[in-house]
């Protein structure tokens, strides 16, 4: 580590570090010297190599690719790995817990597992419409559809915007930003032929009318994405479905 | 906690009572000058059926906008369970179409 | 206190439209039931329309209407943001409808007062 620089004045911050076995849990404090330029995995990971080897943390490519290391800092969503210390230290100190809205397996690692699995509930999955032995159909980047499904597409499924939504918060069925936002991708897929089924998906009783557009998720996900009006294209879609569907 | 059908509900009901709100409120800035009074109100609606028309439609809108409303908040704060919540919402949805009714009945009838 | 991942203008939007709809939810009986007096009872709605002389009545009446027209007028944006084409100029709209709100409530209160 001899490459990266301290503070030439040796300054140090305090961290406070949720630490947990999965039930229950309480915070440490830390002090971690200040860098020049620094994110919050460094911090943490700072921690684990220097103070507490037995920190858990998840991370995997520290570029803003994965979406493996989101965590919460100073109660807000973040994925750590392009968070700057500088952006978010407030009176010298940071607080960093596991995502919210989901289940700890241990400190800072929350269980992803219902996120995914949410995802599969709102059919945020390809239905093909033809076989190996069709042509590949031509989509033209130009065609509106695939446009709509372009603002929507660069997810990496990092939970940030999961943990920042209240409605996720106050009804554990809600399917929540991400999936919803998938399921608005395959919408404008011209050639999936799931259409249907993922309308009825997105209609149950956790789906997409739950969403009170408080715009929570828009506000802190990482890649500046629009579940909120990916949504909202849910919601015109199965109204439309809704008289649709009567005749 | 809202489904397709509530959802509808709720956006129609929200739909049919702007005109009507953005009414009732140009109505309440002319009546309010001069000050109210029951013989005032009752002039102007007492035997019209217009204003029958459309305070009554006003009231069973509200009714169903409020009682869908009134479960999310109910649902979202307190994680009541479906049979009560949907008990609590046709309570509700009933007793505000049933105190408006008399209302309009009372001001609009001859 | 406001925690910290709600700290943005929208989620005050919402916070207020559900506040104030929550708040005409628990108006409306006793508007119902006092409108009711009037035709068993008309002196008794006379009676209950004579407290709106008084200046914090015709407040608390200010009050009531700004909380009518933010509902309504947050509830305008809510419907264009489900039904038009997505609009980036959410905070400017949500500023505007309490703009509005204020306009129109201030004018009942002038007429009021
Ligand atoms: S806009 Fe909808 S999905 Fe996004 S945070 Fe708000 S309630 Fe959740
Ligand atoms: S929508 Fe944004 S915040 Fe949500 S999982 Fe995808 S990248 Fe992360
Ligand atoms: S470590 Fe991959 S996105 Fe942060």
Known sequence: ???????????????????????????????????????????????????????????????????????????????????????????????????????????????????????????????????????????SSEHPMRVEADRAIECINCAVCYAACDVVEANPDYLGPAALNRAWTLMNDERDAGHDVRLDAVSQKGGCHNCHSQQSCVRFCPNELNPTASIAGLKRETAKSFFRRRD | MLDLRLYMAQRISALIMIPLTLGHIAMMIYAVQGGLSAGEILARTQGSLAWMLFYGSFVAAVSVHAAIGLRVILFESFKIKETILNALSWTVFLGLLYMGARAVYAVTAL | MIRPHRSHPLWYAFLLHRVSGLALVLFLPLHFYVLAFALTQPERLDGFLRWTDYTIVKLAEFGLVFLLAIHIFGGLRLLALEFLPWSPRQKTLAASAVAASFLVSGTFFLQAV
């Open chain 1, 1 to 139: 580590m001899s490459n990266i620089r301290d503070m030439p004045n040796g300054q140090t911050m305090e961290v406070r570090v949720w630490r947990s076995d999965g039930e229950g849990g309480r915070f440490e404090g830390f002090d971690v010297p200040q860098r020049e330029s620094q994110t919050i995995l460094d911090v943490v990971s700072w921690i684990q190599q220097n103070a507490d080897s037995t920190l858990s943390y998840r991370f995997a490519c520290r570029v803003g690719m994965c979406g493996s290391c989101a965590m919460m800092v100073n109660g807000q969503p973040r994925w750590t790995c392009r968070t700057h210390v500088k952006k978010v230290l407030k009176n010298n100190r940071l607080t960093v817990e596991p995502l919210r809205n989901l289940p700890v397996i241990k400190d800072l690692v929350a269980d992803m597992d219902p996120f995914f699995d949410k995802w599969v509930k709102a059919e945020g999955v390809f239905h093909p419409s033809k076989t190996r032995a069709d042509a590949i159909e031509a989509i």
